[in-house]
């Protein structure tokens, strides 16, 4: 028999906000433990919370740009359970009136090949709410440890319908939430600092069923790759314990990365009794026509949107724009070049090409720095968009070969230095000139007699010869449109 | 509300997480089944179409703006806690829920 | 003790004799400090006192009023906190085992105006674990006595800190007040107690019981001292969400222009059975003296008053069930040496560090969360608790305040209610609408019965009004001074 797995996903996303949710102590990854609390984050006796607007703000712009229906009302609840990484034991969240509702998120699914555009199609969302996240426990052999550092950052949860059905279906929602988020400014939603992070609902029933088979969840997929290697395994697990005749148990589980299989966690029966009521302490939001006006004027294009008009507007290859729209920094960067390159397809390549090549060794090399240093961004890098359009035409103009063009990048890329920099610093100034190409021209006819008379008698391909002697001569600087000219003028 | 359904005070007591004695568990059953017959009352009212009061003088947005403040040093953070090391709280060893 | 030491003293003749030089607030603090060590003993208003804080702050006051830079009328005057109020670096017990060893690193807003108006801010001050209670018998450190008869409860949950003003132990403090806190234990202790409207105080730093209800405000001797305190307390603050933007008016100077004589609204729900006989003739003298003063008297009626006591206890337990759920063992609060997982922790932690009524009220509100219940239980109440707010709003389109007796009877004796959780719910119910209203009540003293105890009558207000109601109060309080009687000790 044949079987259908069903998809559901719960994405949790870190705004990038100054503040936490609720206090005004700062957020950030990677600071030592315990310097970003204040009573509040510490759930003191006496602390009480008070709303961040711009996590509420970059929480609209979020339901805008999924195509959520915003909430003209929302409020706040207490979600309440004991666990030592959250510090009042409670969270305040939303329940019955989330910030945003409904929704979709557009994917692509893999083309046959990586030149050809994949089917596109709407993942529906259910809702999307704000809340508070919780600290950091680290497991010991003896003991755990708490870090209450990211504990009450603003956190996003986007819950999907059950409307996926493949790991591919998967990678590719959280492929595109992930480029949608980041290019509105929403998150860095970088997986490895948990900035995004994923719970999975999977069920399998046999193809062409419509009712729902037993739901489990998956935890701890934290990384995109786990989330795809997670859901896999799971999908077949269940496969498996059907055609066994096994029962499968509704039940939250464990993802495994290392050994890559899920494992059941031990749940109370009561661990869902959550008592949820409205947080008496905060106050309820109203969010305006005007103040959604407002943020829809500052939506950026849906890189997929961004992707069918370079395709259409441009020409720009697939392969190419592909590559660009899954990056917004890079189409920016892309943007900026294009206007003043003469070339637009020639632009995208060499921004997808060369740019990308030197920006991933310059932020691979990074790594291993003692510090983990900011990465190097398309806007940060040595090469200005600038700079990358006067190469592109200088070669468009013929006054550059494309060898030493790409030659010349990467050390634009180390020196920051633009290409006529180098050039007059390394004397590549292009032979031009036209009498001193045609001393060259004249010297090279003479030196090759022989192949001179064969193209006068008729033999085209004998001025290749001839032209590759004043290109040595001329180590390659010389415009090649210019030696053909004066060959041929030289010859009859 | 007591007598067709008396509280269940193991579940109660696990939800707030308070261990009881068999005596305490005794006696707030026999308390709060008291004091849930005198809230009888309020399942007898009409309440129909009444709006819930959350707070008696409501409000809506009030919130601050996006700005980070310093907060307490880790030494400042952890001086109360009953344990700590490495400047994180020590609990017992979490099993996983 | 000679009548004429300082302890005797209202805040505001303090305030002209420290103005005046004829005491430094160093003398002052010191006979303060000498009063608790004679009387408390006794009394046991005060968990603690940081005597060398309260001398040092006294000194600081010195010195900036010899250099003219007096920062308010209350600079140099001490203030007894209840302990739920943050001061940074001083205890924080909530009269609780669970936070025996905690201090706090911060200080709470009401804190921060004392401080900044010059306040000497000295002592912590008993109550009912968590302010929960209505005898100050439910203290993990020993019950408050009542400083007019020392076998009787002080009232509560704030009863230390109408002991400690009534023993003359300190001439202001604070208290909260979530369903007669302030004002129940004013009236069995004979000093005036204001709760003002929810909002009208910052809660930041309070310790939270009932975060829609609690509110922080001021024991006195006198309606013109509580106006004193209150004004230095109020205003908006940007850390509590549920503070309310208004402009705080000099409610001392207002009392000195008194308003013209309006219209005193008598609700027929609360003069009915279950009132002692003796506290009915007072609240009759006092109805009568208004009406002496050109008051108009006018019945009244809030039939859902008698919905107020389990509406109350639904959403206070509820509120508590879940702003307790932080005291835990994990953080900053004693951790049980039984503990062997987390979960344990929790429990063990919490079935240790928590007294008899605390565990009776977090059981019963997560009982009333719990699924299944909720609608019946905590969405019922609120939707009753409109009807309250509406019975008062229709009220006060006809009269400027109500007036009530404070609480039934006069001062009980310790132990006559704590095993019947209802009896002692009951104390509360002439206080607790007030606040399911959100609206400003005040117990000013009317007399005292045959055998000594004070009773006091309750004042309820409009929203926001507390001007005026403080100026209703003061033109009854004025001419009776009750609570400048001191009790002998």
């Known amino acids: 028999m044949e079987y259908e797995a069903v998809i559901g996903l719960e994405v949790h996303v870190q705004l990038n906000t100054r503040s936490k949710m609720f206090t005004r102590v700062g957020t950030g990854f990677g600071q030592p433990p315990n310097t970003l609390t204040d009573p509040v984050v510490l759930g003191l006796p006496g602390a009480l919370p008070v709303m961040n607007r711009d996590a509420i703000e970059k929480s609209i712009k979020v339901g805008l740009l999924l195509g959520c229906k915003i909430a003209e009302v929302c409020k706040w609840d207490r979600k309440n359970y004991f666990y030592p990484d959250m510090p009042k034991n409670y969270q305040i969240s939303q329940f019955d009136q989330p910030i945003c509702e409904g929704g979709e998120v557009e994917i692509e699914m893999p083309g046959e090949n990586p030149a050809k555009m994949g089917a596109h199609r709407m993942v529906e969302l259910t809702r999307i709410h704000l809340e508070e996240d919780v600290g950091k426990l680290t497991h010991y052999e003896q003991d755990s440890l708490v870090d209450y550092n990211r504990a009450g950052s603003p956190l996003l949860e986007i819950v999907s319908e059950p409307d996926m059905h493949s790991p591919d279906e998967v990678f590719a929602y959280l492929t595109s939430l992930r480029n949608s988020l980041v290019a509105a400014g929403i998150s860095a939603c970088d997986m490895e600092k948990g900035q995004l992070r994923c719970d999975a609902n999977i069920s399998v029933r046999p193809k062409g069923t419509t009712a729902l088979g037993t739901k489990?969840?998956?935890?701890?997929?934290?990384?995109?790759?786990?989330?795809?290697?997670?859901?896999?395994?799971?999908?077949?697990?269940?496969?498996?314990?059907?055609?066994?005749?096994?029962?499968?148990?509704?039940?939250?589980?464990?993802?495994?990365?290392?050994?890559?299989?899920?494992?059941?966690?031990?749940?109370?029966?009561?661990?869902?009794?959550?008592?949820?009521?409205?947080?008496?302490?905060?106050?309820?939001?109203?969010?305006?026509?005007?103040?959604?006006?407002?943020?829809?004027?500052?939506?950026?294009?849906?890189?997929?949107?961004?992707?069918?008009?370079?395709?259409?507007?441009?020409?720009?290859?697939?392969?190419?724009?592909?590559?660009?729209?899954?990056?917004?920094?890079?189409?920016?960067?892309?943007?900026?070049?294009?206007?003043?390159?003469?070339?637009?397809?020639?632009?995208?390549?060499?921004?997808?090409?060369?740019?990308?090549?030197?920006?991933?060794?310059?932020?691979?090399?990074?790594?291993?720095?003692?510090?983990?240093?900011?990465?190097?961004?398309?806007?940060?890098?040595?090469?200005?968009?600038?700079?990358?359009?006067?190469?592109?035409?200088?070669?468009?103009?013929?006054?550059l070969t494309n060898n030493v063009a790409k030659e010349l990048f990467p050390e634009m890329f180390a020196t920051g230095k633009t290409v006529s920099d180098l050039i007059k610093e390394k004397g590549l100034d292009q032979k031009s000139d036209d009498g001193e190409i045609e001393g060259i021209c004249a010297d090279a006819i003479a030196n090759d007699s022989d192949a001179a008379e064969k193209f006068r008698g008729g033999k085209e391909g004998a001025i290749n010869a001839l032209k590759g002697a004043v290109m040595k001569a001329t180590r390659g600087q010389a415009n090649p449109k210019v030696v053909d000219e004066t060959l041929r003028r030289l010859l009859s | 509300m007591s007598e067709d359904a008396p509280m269940d005070i193991d579940y109660v007591a696990n939800l707030a997480r308070i261990?009881?004695?068999?005596?305490?568990?005794?006696?707030?059953?026999?308390?709060?089944?008291?004091?849930?017959?005198?809230?009888?009352?309020?399942?007898?009212?009409?309440?129909?179409?009444?709006?819930?009061?959350?707070?008696?003088?409501?409000?809506?947005?009030?919130?601050?703006?996006?700005?980070?403040?310093?907060?307490?040093?880790?030494?400042?953070?952890?001086?109360?806690?009953?344990q700590s090391r490495q400047d994180q709280v020590v609990v017992p060893k979490v099993i996983e829920e | 003790m000679s009548p004429d030491s300082p302890i005797f003293k209202t805040a505001t003749e303090l305030s002209a004799d420290l103005t005046a030089g004829k005491i430094s607030s160093v003398e002052l603090t010191r006979a303060m400090i000498e009063r608790v060590e004679t009387v408390d003993e006794k009394v046991h208003a005060f968990l603690h006192l940081d005597q060398e804080d309260a001398l040092a702050q006294a000194k600081a006051s010195d010195e900036r009023r010899s250099k003219g830079e007096c920062l308010s009328p209350l600079d140099g005057i001490p203030v007894g906190l209840k302990d739920v109020i943050s001061v940074k670096d001083q205890p924080l017990t909530a009269a609780s085992k669970i936070l025996e060893n905690y201090r706090s690193p911060y200080d709470a807003t009401v804190t921060v105006k004392l401080k900044e108006a010059g306040a000497v801010v000295a002592g912590r001050l008993n109550l009912d674990e968590f302010a929960m209670g209505s005898s100050t018998e439910n203290s993990a450190y020993g019950p408050t006595r009542n400083p007019w008869d020392l076998e009787r409860v002080p009232g509560g949950s704030s009863g230390g800190s109408s002991a400690a003003v009534a023993a003359r132990e300190v001439p202001l403090s604070l208290g909260s007040d979530t369903g007669g806190s302030i004002r129940q234990p004013a009236s069995l202790c004979g000093v005036v107690g204001m709760k003002p409207t929810y909002g009208m105080v910052s809660r930041y730093g309070l310790a939270a019981f009932a975060s829609s209800l609690d509110q922080i405000g001021p024991f006195s001797t006198t309606v013109e001292d509580a106006a004193l305190l209150l004004e230095t307390i109020s205003g908006h603050d940007p850390l509590d969400s549920t503070s309310f933007p208004k402009d705080i008016p000099s409610y001392s100077g207002e009392l000195k222009n008194p308003a013209q004589p309006g219209v005193i609204g008598l609700p027929k729900e609360f003069f009915g059975p279950g009132m002692d006989d003796e506290v009915r003739a007072k609240v009759d003298q006092t109805i009568e003296?208004?009406?002496?003063?050109?008051?108009?008297?006018?019945?009244?009626?809030?039939?859902?008053?008698?919905?107020?006591?389990?509406?109350?206890?639904?959403?206070?337990?509820?509120?508590?069930?879940?702003?307790?759920?932080?005291?835990?063992?994990?953080?900053?609060?004693?951790?049980?040496?039984?503990?062997?997982?987390?979960?344990?922790?929790?429990?063990?932690?919490?079935?240790?560090?928590?007294?008899?009524?605390?565990?009776?009220?977090?059981?019963?509100?997560?009982?009333?969360?719990?699924?299944g219940y909720y609608d019946a239980y905590y969405l019922r109440a609120q939707k009753a608790r409109t009807l309250i707010r509406q019975d008062f709003e229709r009220v006060f389109k006809e009269v400027d305040a109500v007036l009530t007796p404070t609480a039934p009877t006069p001062a009980f004796k310790f132990g006559e209610k704590s095993e019947d959780p209802i009896s002692m719910y009951l104390s509360d119910i002439y206080t607790i609408s007030t606040n399911l209203a959100g609206l400003p009540g005040i117990s000013v003293?009317?007399?005292?019965?045959?055998?000594?105890?004070?009773v006091g009558m309750q004042l309820i207000g409009q929203a926001f009004e507390e001007s005026k109601l403080l100026n209703i109060a003061h033109a009854y309080d004025r001419d009776h001074l009750y609570g400048r009687q001191a009790p002998n000790l």
């Open chain 1, 216 to 399: 489990v969840e998956i935890k701890n997929l934290n990384t995109i790759s786990g989330v795809r290697n997670g859901v896999e395994y799971e999908i077949r697990r269940q496969i498996r314990a059907i055609e066994e005749g096994t029962e499968i148990i509704q039940e939250t589980r464990r993802w495994n990365p290392e050994q890559k299989y899920t494992t059941p966690m031990r749940t109370k029966e009561m661990a869902h009794d959550y008592r949820y009521f409205p947080d008496p302490d905060l106050m309820p939001v109203k969010i305006d026509e005007a103040w959604i006006d407002r943020v829809a004027k500052e939506l950026p294009e849906k890189p997929f949107d961004k992707q069918r008009r370079y395709q259409e507007e441009m020409n720009l290859p697939y392969s190419a724009t592909s590559s660009l729209c899954g990056d917004h920094l890079l189409c920016a960067y892309f943007e900026e070049a294009t206007a003043l390159a003469k070339s637009p397809t020639k632009t995208a390549n060499w921004v997808v090409n060369d740019l990308l090549r030197e920006l991933s060794q310059a932020n691979k090399v990074d790594e291993f720095a003692e510090e983990s240093n900011e990465a190097i961004t398309p806007q940060s890098c040595p090469v200005s968009p600038q700079s990358l359009a006067e190469l592109i035409n200088l070669i468009e103009d013929g006054k």
């Open chain 3, 289 to 371: 003296h208004y009406r002496s003063l050109g008051y108009q008297t006018k019945e009244v009626s809030l039939p859902s008053t008698d919905l107020s006591i389990p509406v109350y206890y639904v959403i206070a337990t509820a509120e508590a069930s879940s702003n307790l759920a932080r005291y835990d063992g994990i953080r900053y609060t004693s951790r049980s040496e039984r503990a062997q997982n987390a979960i344990d922790v929790y429990a063990k932690s919490r079935g240790e560090g928590f007294g008899s009524e605390v565990k009776r009220r977090c059981l019963l509100g997560a009982y009333g969360l719990s699924s």
């Open chain 2, 19 to 82: 261990e009881l004695s068999d005596e305490e568990k005794t006696t707030y059953q026999r308390q709060l089944g008291d004091v849930l017959k005198y809230f009888e009352k309020l399942q007898e009212l009409e309440v129909d179409g009444v709006e819930p009061t959350a707070h008696a003088f409501p409000r809506h947005n009030v919130w601050d703006k996006d700005e980070s403040k310093q907060g307490f040093s880790a030494t400042e953070a952890l001086k109360n806690a009953p």
């Open chain 3, 445 to 454: 003293p009317c007399g005292f019965t045959q055998s000594g105890l004070p």
